[in-house]
């Protein structure tokens, strides 16, 4: 039985253990959370009490129950989550049994990895950062194993860990950067159950209310010129034309060219997009081409091929001023589709209008903008509920909701009217980065908005959200909402928010979106167009080889001793040695004189000088004072032999 | 079966001295150089690294940078405590040993003086299955004690010691041969009951007043004499009573511990037979001499004293 670790040891690893839980606590259901905690605080408490290993019966049970319990929550084992929880249970569980030096390194490693799971939910920079510091209790566990160290306080002993860490940074760096990119994954993609909030190819009034609640950033908006004003700051992502009475659905339209769309002006900027885990790219009104690796649609929707599971930039140009599709066709049909059944009052209020309005089409549209912006409409993040006749229950009772609730009851009054209506849901405003010169979108600006077909203008766009509450369009979500958000959201918070951005910016572009298309292009500006993983290899190799060289120096380096006597004595050794007088090992310095000046007779007094000097300024006191070694140094130097030694002195 | 490897280590140290990194005895002081330090990952290392490897495929797969650039952090801090290992070793000095006194078959308490001009952690040494754990402050010099086993008398060369130390994080251990050029003296084992030594000197009557009750001498009766002390015979030829005398012992008795009484023994019972003369005789705390082969040392006592009788008999061929 191998010796048990020490009690520092052991209060490391718990600390690491400890850090590995909080960093992952918000990924893990609440209640198992506190059963963990409360079981490394149990381990902790008793392995001070008395040092032995949990008995199997607790130990076992435990084991079951939380396999049971993950089972039990998540349905299965597998997956980001279900094997988050039970690689961190297991962790926690680990400790109970850890006594030996073996038992605490396998606690550290077992650790280190599950830190890493904490980074497949969030890679923000804070949590990133976060989490890099949770190494240093695991590295500081480790050094506390070996035997024989001072004894330091818990946070001196962390120093040594984040100087390590500190120094290991370059070569990280080098390694992050050339380490070859899988161009797609060895197994499986990543489970689609991870989605933060965000949009959907479906709405339904009161549907955003999470969404809008949430300061995630959703992208970052880079312009090549100036960007456009905040009232033309409208990023489509889906247009929906099917109304089935609860909700509007996206339905694609296969294999159709997309709408003619006629520029008058445009606009040319990127657009960095953080994971949505779908499909869609939201793209400013409106999208004139795809880019790579995405499609456009038939009602200028853009599509990407693949789901956006990591941090996507793509550049486009899109028209601001246009004219799109002047000519419907047969398509007039699916634009004026209404459920049957639904909002008699609603569908009663259109045709109302187009008799009174007759073929004035904009006049119709100005009546359903009064009728928001005149009426007793209120804008509001927490809306009575609505009844099965969703659009009746909004305009003539409750009045009160969101631009989701305007959009929808807006379109169905128009398509009562029989103008060609629809629904575009995306984004609005973002804020300006003036340090960054780049627009910060956060889920927070989605925005759903109608777009109506006038003859001989195409599709126009309306918000009635505007006619109700023009800051929401000027000003953006945060001001619509008024008082009605948490204290944490207000103004002087969100604008500190906006400023860190940048950072966050930068960490989105340069870290996590740093993808194998990206470090292809890694040499470009050195000509290489394509950076195969051959190349990326070689530079690894010659980075590395760099590192090396650069640590071997510095374990190589050798401070010179800080002894100028013992330098100076040392030279005079090298002298008399090179008379044949050298130092014997364990000869002292006075016997040792003595010899070299019987054997040099021609130096004796010198020697004699020396020796008494320098025993002075030995043993006289406990530190050579400056000033004399500077002498005794100099009498050294000056020292030359000279003439023969005496035939007696090679005896010795 | 534990007979195995160290065979096989013989074996290959004979005929491959490069590839074991075998080193000649050296004489002291011995300092610790790139030349002789060598590195190597522990288990731990190697299993760690697999965990590594475990997390940078995981990485890539998923696509997650983040835990890319921690896999590649954590990496690179344990590819840099490889150098940390060697500077721990690199510049170490061993200075001088000193070794303790031990009769054969016990243990024999080495001092070994490390110097450094650093401060150093969890440095070991290690001599047979025995393992000392030090520290180096940077200033003085640090006295590491280790036991060396002893089988039997006289003068044993130092093995080989394994300096060695997987600071700081126990992935890679940096080791060293120390092979000094020294030989300690083991004293002989004393037997473990015998005879006493022989009255034989010089000095006969001095030696045997030393033994006790005899009689010393005859002198004249004086009033109170005790009457079964009356030597009858002898003062049958006397005009006066005489009464035997007796000399009282002497509190240190003084011992002449020869080589030459012990006839007709082989060597190593001699020398057995004189170490357990020598050690009763510190016990009692008598004087002694003693005569060996090519040695003789004069009366003494004390602790020095023993030990150069003891030095002179582990000494003798």
């Known amino acids: 039985m191998p010796a048990a670790v020490g009690q520092r040891s052991f209060d490391l690893l718990s600390l690491s253990m400890a850090f590995v839980l909080a960093v992952n606590a918000s990924h893990l259901p609440w209640w198992l959370d506190v059963a963990l905690t409360l079981t490394l605080a149990w381990r902790w408490w008793q392995r001070r009490q008395r040092s032995g290993r949990v008995p199997g019966w607790i130990k076992l049970p435990l084991l079951a129950l939380l396999t049971v319990a993950v089972i039990a ?15 961190i249970g297991l962790l926690i569980l680990k400790l109970l049994e850890t006594e030996t030096l073996r038992d605490v390194r396998v606690g550290v490693s077992f650790a280190c990895f599950t830190l890493m799971t904490a980074l497949l939910f969030d890679q923000g920079l804070v949590s990133t950062v ?147 885990h779908r499909r869609v790219l939201p793209a400013l009104d409106v999208p004139i081409d795809a880019p ?42 699916r634009w004026l589709q209404l459920p049957a059944g639904f909002n008699p009052r609603t569908l009663a209020l259109g045709r109302s209008w187009r008799q009174r309005y007759g073929d004035d089409d904009a006049a119709i549209v100005r009546a359903a903008l009064a009728l928001f912006h005149d009426g007793s409409f ?137 993808d194998a298309l990206r470090q292809r292009g890694l040499l470009s500006p050195f000509g290489v167009r394509d950076t195969d993983t051959a190349t990326l290899g070689v530079l690894l190799a010659i980075g590395g080889m760099l590192f090396i060289v650069i640590g071997l120096a510095w374990a190589l380096l050798r401070r010179q001793s800080r002894d100028p006597l013992r330098e100076s004595l040392r030279e005079l050794e090298r002298k008399l040695a090179r008379q044949g007088i050298a130092r014997r090992v364990g000869e002292g310095p006075q016997h040792y004189l003595s010899r070299a000046a019987r054997a040099l007779p021609g130096h004796r007094k010198e020697l004699a000088i020396l020796m008494e000097s320098y025993l002075q300024l030995r043993y006289a006191c406990d530190v050579p004072p400056a000033q004399p070694s500077l002498v005794f140094h100099r009498a050294v130097r000056n020292f030359r032999i000279s003439g023969v030694r005496t035939s007696k002195s090679s005896e010795h | 079966m534990r007979g195995l490897p160290q065979r096989l280590q013989r074996w290959a140290e004979g005929r491959l001295p490069a590839l074991t990194r075998y080193r000649r005895p050296e ?98 040494l290690d001599l047979g299955n025995r393992c000392a754990a030090f520290a180096l402050d940077g200033h003085d010099t640090t006295q590491v004690k280790l036991l060396l086993p002893t089988e039997r008398r006289g003068w044993q060369s130092l093995p080989r010691l394994r300096l060695w130390s997987s600071w700081p994080l126990g992935m890679f251990r940096a080791w060293s041969w120390l092979h000094p050029d020294l030989a300690v003296l083991v004293w002989p084992r004393a037997e473990a009951a015998g005879p006493p030594p022989q009255a034989l000197a010089e000095d006969a009557r001095h030696m045997r007043l030393h ?80 005569w060996l082969p090519g040695n003789e040392i004069g009366t003494g006592s004390g602790p020095l004293h023993y030990a150069r009788c003891m030095d002179a008999l582990a000494g003798l061929p």
């Open chain 1, 378 to 514: 209120r804008y509001t993040l927490a809306p009575a509920p609505l009844g099965r006749n969703a659009m009746d229950d909004f305009l003539f009772d409750t009045q009160e909701g969101f631009c989701e609730h305007y959009s929808s009851a807006f379109t169905v009054l128009m398509r009562a009217a029989g103008i060609p209506a629809r629904v575009v849901t995306g984004y609005q405003g973002g804020y300006w980065n003036k340090l960054g010169s780049y627009l910060l979108v956060r889920n927070s600006d989605a925005h759903a908005w109608s777009e109506v077909w006038l003859v001989a203008r195409g599709w126009v766009r309306v918000d009635p959200t505007g006619a109700v509450r023009p800051e929401r369009v000027n000003l953006g979500a945060a001001a619509a909402a008024g008082d009605q958000l948490d204290w944490y959201r207000r103004d002087w918070l969100q604008g500190l928010g906006n400023r860190w951005d940048i950072v966050n910016r930068w960490w989105d572009q340069g870290v996590v979106g740093f």
């Open chain 1, 130 to 276: 976060v989490v890099a510091l949770g190494l240093l209790p695991a590295l500081a566990t480790l050094r506390a194993l070996e035997p024989a160290q001072a004894p330091a306080s818990i946070p001196r002993v962390l120093w040594p860990s984040f100087a390590l860490l500190a120094a290991a940074l370059p070569l990280a760096l080098l390694a992050f950067v050339l380490v070859p990119r899988l161009s797609s994954p060895l197994w499986g993609a990543p489970s689609q159950d991870q989605a933060r909030t965000g949009l959907s190819d479906r709405m339904s009034p009161g549907g955003f209310t999470e969404l809008l609640t949430d300061d995630h950033p959703a992208m970052r908006v880079t312009f090549d010129r100036a960007p456009p004003p905040p009232e033309q700051r409208y990023f489509r992502a889906y247009v929906m034309a099917r109304y089935d009475g609860a909700s509007w659905t996206y339905g694609d339209v296969v294999g159709q060219p997309p709408a003619l769309l006629r520029v008058e002006q445009s606009v040319d900027y990127q657009i960095m997009l953080l994971p949505t």
């Open chain 2, 211 to 290: 033994r006790g009750e005899e009689l010393s001498s005859l002198r004249d009766y004086q009033t109170g004499d005790p009457q079964r002390h009356i030597a009858w015979k002898a003062s049958a030829r006397h005009d006066d009573l005489l009464v035997k005398d007796f000399e009282q012992p002497r509190s240190q008795p003084q011992w002449q511990l020869d080589w030459r009484q012990l006839r007709g023994m082989d060597d190593e019972s001699r020398i057995a037979r004189l170490a357990r003369w020598l050690n009763e005789a510190q016990a009692k705390r008598c004087s002694y001499s003693l």
């Open chain 1, 73 to 87: 929550y998540y349905g299965n084992l597998f997956g980001r989550a279900p094997g988050t929880a039970l690689a």
């Open chain 1, 292 to 333: 790579a690796g995405a499609g456009m649609r038939r009602d200028r929707v853009v599509m990407a091929d693949k789901p956006v599971n990591d941090a996507f930039t793509y550049s486009l140009s899109s028209a601001t001023r246009y004219r799109l599709e002047p000519q419907l066709g047969n398509h007039r049909l």
């Open chain 2, 27 to 124: 004489s002291l002081p011995i300092e610790l150089h790139r030349h002789r330090i060598y590195i190597v990952p522990t288990g731990f290392g190697l299993g760690f690294s697999v965990l590594l490897l475990v997390m940078l495929i995981g990485a890539l797969n998923y696509s997650n940078n983040a835990a890319l650039l921690l896999t590649c952090l954590l990496g690179a801090a344990s590819a840099a405590s490889m150098l940390v290992a060697f500077r721990a070793l690199d510049g170490l000095r061993l200075e001088h040993v000193r070794a303790g006194h031990a009769i054969a078959g016990e243990p024999i308490e080495l001092v070994l003086s490390m110097q450094s001009g650093r401060l150093r952690s969890a440095i070991r």
